[in-house]
C-alpha cells in the first residue's frame, strides 16, 4: 500500500492540504560571500513569518571544470550572468560549507526549518553529518538519477523541481526516488528562467502533475511579486519556495528575481488567505451569512391600505429587509385583495389575501 501523501513533517511541520502553505525562503548566493549578511538573511526570513528557509551545498569545483572559453562561458545577452564564466560564477554564488552550522544553528534558533540542495555525492554526505530533516532537488540535477537515489536512500522527505524535465524524465526521477527509499516526496512545477515571465510558468500543470504522479505538489517560483505564488496555492500547491534577499538593490547573483522581506511577508499572509479561502464546495447560506439574509429584498406594502383593496404597483414592492414573502410572488399578489387594512411598512404573507 502506498504511503498518504496528504501530509508529509518537514522538519517537525505538516505540508498538505489540510494545513497553510509552507513558505520557503531560498538564500541562495544572496549573502554575497558575507556570513554575517548570510545570518540577516535568516532573521529576516524569520521576521517575516516563513517557514523554512534553503541553502544549496557545493563548490565551484563540484559543479563544473575551471575553463572560461565555449561552453563554459555563459555568452547569451539575455541571461542575468552573460559575461560570466560557470566557475566563476559558482565561486560566487555557493555558500561556504564551513558557513552551515552557525546558518543551520541560527535557523532553529528562529524557528526555521532549514535544509538544503545537494548537487554532488559530497554533499549529501556533509549535509547528513549536520542532520538535516529533508532535502532538495534542484530543477538542473533532476536528471541525476545517482544523486536522487542517494538523498532518497537517506529516507528524508525530498522536494524535487521539475524546470525543463520531460514527462518521461519525471517519471525516471520519481521511480528512482521512490525505489530507493523516498516515502515523502513534494515535487516543485517550476520554470527555469531568470526572472520568469508568469505567462511562462503554466500553474494549471500543478494539478495534473498531483494526478500523475500521486504526489504532493507545490511551486518553486522565479517570477517577480507574489501573484503567481499566491495563484498556485487554489491549484493545490502545498509548498511555495522562493528566492529572498535583503534588498534587491544589494546586488547578487540572483537578487533581480529575489523577493524583499515585505513582499516574503505579503506572500506568508496572502498565501494562507488563498488557503482559507479554498474551503469546500458550498451554496446557501453559511453560518457567518444567515444573519444576513433578513436584508435581502421581498415584498412590502408600501401605502397604506382599506379592507377590500387590490395589489398593485402603487401599494406593493420589493425592498429591503426581507421579512416578506420573496419577490418571485408579486405576479401571483397583484390584483388580489386585503382581508383587512394593511399599514404602509407590512411584510406581504399569504393571510393578508382572500
Given at each position: 500500500?502506498?504511503?498518504?501523501?496528504?501530509?508529509?513533517?518537514?522538519?517537525?511541520?505538516?505540508?498538505?492540504?489540510?494545513?497553510?502553505?509552507?513558505?520557503?525562503?531560498?538564500?541562495?548566493?544572496?549573502?554575497?560571500?558575507?556570513?554575517?549578511?548570510?545570518?540577516?538573511?535568516?532573521?529576516?526570513?524569520?521576521?517575516?513569518?516563513?517557514?523554512?528557509?534553503?541553502?544549496?551545498?557545493?563548490?565551484?569545483?563540484?559543479?563544473?571544470?575551471?575553463?572560461?572559453?565555449?561552453?563554459?562561458?555563459?555568452?547569451?545577452?539575455?541571461?542575468?550572468?552573460?559575461?560570466?564564466?560557470?566557475?566563476?560564477?559558482?565561486?560566487?554564488?555557493?555558500?561556504?560549507?564551513?558557513?552551515?552550522?552557525?546558518?543551520?544553528?541560527?535557523?532553529?534558533?528562529?524557528?526555521?526549518?532549514?535544509?538544503?540542495?545537494?548537487?554532488?555525492?559530497?554533499?549529501?554526505?556533509?549535509?547528513?553529518?549536520?542532520?538535516?530533516?529533508?532535502?532538495?532537488?534542484?530543477?538542473?540535477?533532476?536528471?541525476?538519477?545517482?544523486?536522487?537515489?542517494?538523498?532518497?536512500?537517506?529516507?528524508?522527505?525530498?522536494?524535487?523541481?521539475?524546470g525543463m524535465a520531460t514527462v518521461a524524465?519525471?517519471?525516471?526521477?520519481?521511480?528512482?526516488?521512490?525505489?530507493?527509499?523516498?516515502?515523502?516526496?513534494?515535487?516543485?512545477?517550476?520554470?527555469?528562467?531568470?526572472?520568469?515571465?508568469?505567462?511562462?510558468?503554466?500553474?494549471?500543470?500543478?494539478?495534473?502533475?498531483?494526478?500523475?504522479?500521486?504526489?504532493?505538489?507545490?511551486?518553486?517560483?522565479?517570477?517577480?511579486?507574489?501573484?503567481?505564488?499566491?495563484?498556485?496555492?487554489?491549484?493545490?500547491?502545498?509548498?511555495?519556495?522562493?528566492?529572498?534577499?535583503?534588498?534587491?538593490?544589494?546586488?547578487?547573483?540572483?537578487?533581480?528575481?529575489?523577493?524583499?522581506?515585505?513582499?516574503?511577508?505579503?506572500?506568508?499572509?496572502?498565501?494562507?488567505?488563498?488557503?482559507?479561502?479554498?474551503?469546500?464546495?458550498?451554496?446557501?447560506?453559511?453560518?457567518?451569512?444567515?444573519?444576513?439574509?433578513?436584508?435581502?429584498?421581498?415584498?412590502?406594502?408600501?401605502?397604506?391600505?382599506?379592507?377590500?383593496?387590490?395589489?398593485?404597483?402603487?401599494n406593493l414592492r420589493a425592498i429591503r429587509?426581507?421579512?416578506?414573502?420573496?419577490?418571485?410572488?408579486?405576479?401571483?399578489?397583484?390584483?388580489?385583495?386585503?382581508?383587512?387594512?394593511?399599514?404602509?411598512?407590512?411584510?406581504?404573507?399569504?393571510?393578508?389575501?382572500?
Amino acid at each position: 500500500m502506498e504511503k498518504d501523501s496528504t501530509v508529509i513533517s518537514v522538519g517537525g511541520v505538516s505540508v498538505g492540504p489540510a494545513h497553510p502553505p509552507f513558505v520557503l525562503a531560498e538564500m541562495s548566493g544572496n549573502h554575497n560571500q558575507s556570513l554575517e549578511r548570510a545570518l540577516e538573511i535568516v532573521d529576516a526570513a524569520a521576521d517575516a513569518g516563513a517557514h523554512g528557509l534553503k541553502l544549496q551545498t557545493y563548490t565551484a569545483d563540484t559543479m563544473t571544470l575551471d575553463l572560461k572559453e565555449g561552453e563554459f562561458a555563459i555568452d547569451d545577452p539575455s541571461s542575468l550572468w552573460h559575461g560570466e564564466n560557470l566557475y566563476a560564477l559558482y565561486q560566487k554564488a555557493h555558500t561556504p560549507w564551513e558557513w552551515h552550522r552557525p546558518i543551520l544553528d541560527r535557523c532553529k534558533e528562529r524557528g526555521l526549518v532549514a535544509f538544503s540542495s545537494p548537487f554532488d555525492a559530497t554533499a549529501v554526505d556533509f549535509l547528513e553529518e549536520l542532520g538535516v530533516p529533508a532535502y532538495k532537488i534542484a530543477s538542473f540535477e533532476n536528471i541525476d538519477l545517482p544523486l536522487i537515489r542517494k538523498v532518497a536512500a537517506t529516507g528524508k522527505p525530498m522536494i524535487i523541481s521539475t524546470g525543463m524535465a520531460t514527462v518521461a524524465e519525471l517519471d525516471e526521477a520519481v521511480t528512482a526516488a521512490r525505489e530507493a527509499g523516498c516515502g515523502d516526496l513534494i515535487l516543485l512545477k517550476c520554470t527555469s528562467s531568470y526572472p520568469a515571465t508568469p505567462e511562462n510558468t503554466n500553474i494549471l500543470t500543478i494539478p495534473h502533475m498531483r494526478e500523475l504522479f500521486g504526489c504532493q505538489v507545490g511551486l518553486s517560483d522565479h517570477t517577480m511579486g507574489v501573484g503567481v505564488a499566491v495563484a498556485s496555492v487554489a491549484l493545490g500547491a502545498t509548498l511555495l519556495e522562493k528566492h529572498f534577499t535583503l534588498a534587491r538593490a544589494d546586488g547578487g547573483v540572483d537578487s533581480a528575481f529575489s523577493l524583499e522581506p515585505g513582499e516574503l511577508k505579503a506572500l506568508v499572509v496572502e498565501s494562507e488567505r488563498a488557503w482559507q479561502a479554498l474551503g469546500s464546495i458550498s451554496y446557501g447560506p453559511t453560518e457567518k451569512e444567515r444573519a444576513s439574509i433578513r436584508f435581502r429584498r421581498s415584498l412590502y406594502v408600501v401605502k397604506d391600505m382599506e379592507a377590500g383593496e387590490a395589489f398593485s404597483g402603487e401599494n406593493l414592492r420589493a425592498i429591503r429587509p426581507g421579512h416578506g414573502l420573496p419577490p418571485k410572488f408579486i405576479g401571483t399578489l397583484m390584483g388580489k385583495r386585503v382581508t383587512r387594512s394593511v399599514r404602509r411598512g407590512t411584510p406581504a404573507s399569504w393571510d393578508l389575501i382572500e
